[in-house]
């Protein structure tokens, strides 16, 4: 069936650090595919999307390219901040419209 | 930017009691889902809605769950009978359409415990 690796947490920066988090997903046809965000205490919140093949989403600094021949959907950031310590879920939109999630890694940024 | 939001943040019950969850989805969104997170593990689909019905459910969602939408504003999870393994974070989202390029977004989630 259809999932999502991401890669464990946490994962432990200083301020100004340059971040990839990896993601790779299984699928059957060509899904969109997501990255959310849970600030601590606070609910999921839609970081950016990509819905086909090269397409590159990007928000608040984050980027993430839709690699249909590695099947990946990393997401970066040149410069990360304190601000941006959070639970980032990668995740993937099926034939069924259902998000099928990462397990989530855990950012944690040092000033 | 309006926005999903559920009630109660937080909800404590017996094990064996009801328990219904609330929801309210943004308004011109017509695509309404569930999904729970157990402690420490994956966020998982629950159920779809769509036209007042059910659209597609997972197995974790048994006879034990229901899904309604009593007005034109709310949508509700009801767990009939708790079971200790139902304490989780659940989550309401919305989308204005069910195609795979719409996002869906997501309220804040009512942690639930059963004791």
């Known amino acids: 069936g259809d999932s999502v690796t991401q890669m464990e947490g946490p994962v432990t920066l200083s301020e100004e650090a340059f971040l990839t988090i990896n993601c790779t997903y299984t699928?059957?046809?060509?899904?969109?595919l997501f990255w959310y965000v849970q600030y601590p205490g606070e609910g999921l919140q839609l970081l950016l999307k990509?819905?086909?093949a090269d397409d590159k989403g990007s928000n608040k600094g984050f980027e993430a390219t839709y690699r249909k021949e590695t099947t990946s959907f990393h997401l970066e950031k040149g410069s990360v901040q304190v601000s941006d310590s959070a639970v980032y879920f990668c995740a993937l939109k099926n034939s069924n419209y259902q998000l099928i999630w990462g397990a989530g890694t855990k950012l944690i940024i040092k000033p | 930017e309006p926005e999903v939001t559920q009630t109660p943040s937080h909800q404590v019950t017996q094990m064996g009691q009801e328990v219904i969850l609330r929801c309210v989805p943004i308004s011109n969104h017509l695509y309404f889902y569930w999904y729970r997170q157990i402690l420490g593990q994956k966020v998982e689909f629950l159920v779809s809605?769509?036209?007042?019905?059910?659209?597609?459910k997972s197995e974790i969602f048994d006879d034990q769950f229901s899904v309604e939408r009593p007005d034109g504003s709310n949508f509700t999870l009801k767990i009939r009978s708790t079971k200790l393994e139902d304490s989780a974070m659940y989550f309401c989202?919305?989308?204005?359409?069910?195609?795979?390029?719409?996002?869906?977004?997501f309220g804040d989630g009512t942690r639930l415990s059963i004791l």
């Open positions: 989202a919305s989308s204005e359409e069910g195609e795979s390029n719409q996002p869906q977004h």
């Open positions: 699928a059957t046809g060509y899904p969109s």
């Open positions: 809605f769509y036209n007042n019905e059910i659209s597609e």
């Open positions: 990509a819905t086909k």
